[in-house]
């Protein structure tokens, strides 16, 4: 039996499980001894690591990649808040209350940027992205990406 099976069997899980249920629980306990185990979302306790869950507190996807990244927009929630407020981001998004996308190619709305013009403009060739500007409407950045050459669809 080499290394992996042995541990495969006395864990009785994949190692690889194993290995990520371990740093769960040593985050969870990290954070809960920091005394940040409060929920972003309904500002209540977060009792165990099995309902812990890493969020960005404004939306990366069609936004900027170093969101993703950047610690101070990471924010600890309850799983099922987290998951509430993603569908709530999807239903919301054409409304484009806070943020989202547009009905137009290449447009997105965030209003958690501290500008007025608040409606992003972005063209894309093949994979990748190229931001033209922020524009104060929806229209305006339509109008931006049309100008630029179009937004080309997947
Ligand atoms: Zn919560």
Avoid at 18 to 32: N, S, T
Wanted: glycine share 6%; net charge positive; aromatic share 10%.
């Amino acid at each position: 039996m080499d290394t992996f099976d042995r541990k495969k069997d006395q864990l009785g899980i994949h190692p690889a499980t194993a290995q990520h249920r371990l740093k769960k629980i040593v985050v969870f306990d990290l954070v809960k001894r920091l005394g940040e185990n409060i929920c972003y979302r309904c500002k209540k306790e977060i009792i165990s690591e099995d309902d812990l869950s890493l969020e960005h507190k404004i939306a990366w996807l069609d936004n900027s990649p170093d969101l993703f990244w950047d610690l101070e927009n990471i924010a600890w929630s309850h799983l099922s808040c987290n998951i509430r407020a993603a569908r709530r981001y999807k239903t919301n998004s054409s409304r484009g209350k806070t943020r989202g996308k547009s009905k137009h190619l290449g447009v997105s709305y965030n209003a958690c940027q501290k500008r007025k013009k608040r409606w992003l403009a972005q063209q894309r060739f093949g994979n990748k992205k190229r931001k033209i500007g922020y524009f104060h409407t929806e229209e305006e950045a339509a109008n931006a990406i049309k100008l630029a050459g179009g937004y080309e669809p997947k």
